[in-house]
């Protein structure tokens, strides 16, 4: 995706080597990651949200909701310049110094404009794309009753028009000297 000059500063990665430049991953990323964090602001003040997503590739954009009412949809309200993020943390990579310690990780970064959705039908079809993301064995009409107009009216759904977007990952050799999952560590020193 091409990026205008004014995004192009947005999604910069200062460790080169751990810039991730293939869209197709960021892409798979965005579709597998469980959870993401919302930042909005509001005058000066940054707020972030943690919600479930999804996205969606041939819209190039990211859905969610809150409810009807609240600080999310205040600062949407107030200002359309919202920056989204998923992670994974992989293992801790352990070193001789405590600077040397560092993390695997993914993290895809994205740039964009938050919108309500006002339109009912689209709004009731991002909230399907959420359901068919997180229940995919489970149909409506069969499994549960779809989204109706009254839980419409109590939820705020958004679109995240997607400018710009970075993807980010470190990973270390499998057979790395003492590298560990987090808690891993810490669940073998209390069970002794």
């Keep these: 995706m091409e990026q205008p000059p004014e995004q192009q500063e947005l999604h910069h990665i200062r460790r080169r080597d751990r810039a991730v430049n293939d869209e197709s991953w960021i ?14 602001v509001e005058g000066e003040q940054p ?35 919202v920056c989204f993020t998923v992670y994974e943390m992989g293992r801790l990579l352990p070193a001789k110094t405590a600077l040397g310690f560092s993390v695997e990780y993914a993290s895809v970064v994205v740039f964009g404009q938050g919108a309500i959705i006002q339109d009912r039908e689209r709004a009731r079809a991002a909230l399907h794309l959420l359901l ?55 669940q073998a020193r209390w069970q002794s």
């Design 27 to 40: 892409r798979n990323f965005l579709h597998r990651a469980p959870v993401g964090v919302l930042a909005t």
């Design 132 to 186: 068919k993301k997180y229940a995919p064995h489970l149909e409506p009409g069969r499994d549960y009753r779809a989204v109706n107009d009254e839980e419409l009216q109590r939820t705020s759904v958004y679109e995240i028009r997607i400018t710009a977007w970075s993807g980010k990952k470190k990973e270390a050799a499998s057979d790395f000297a003492g590298a560990y999952y987090y808690g891993d560590e810490q």
């Design 47 to 81: 707020f972030l949200n943690s919600n479930l997503f999804v996205y969606d590739e041939a819209a190039h954009a990211i859905y969610l909701h809150t409810a009807a009412s609240g600080r999310t949809r205040r600062n949407i309200e107030g200002s359309e310049r």
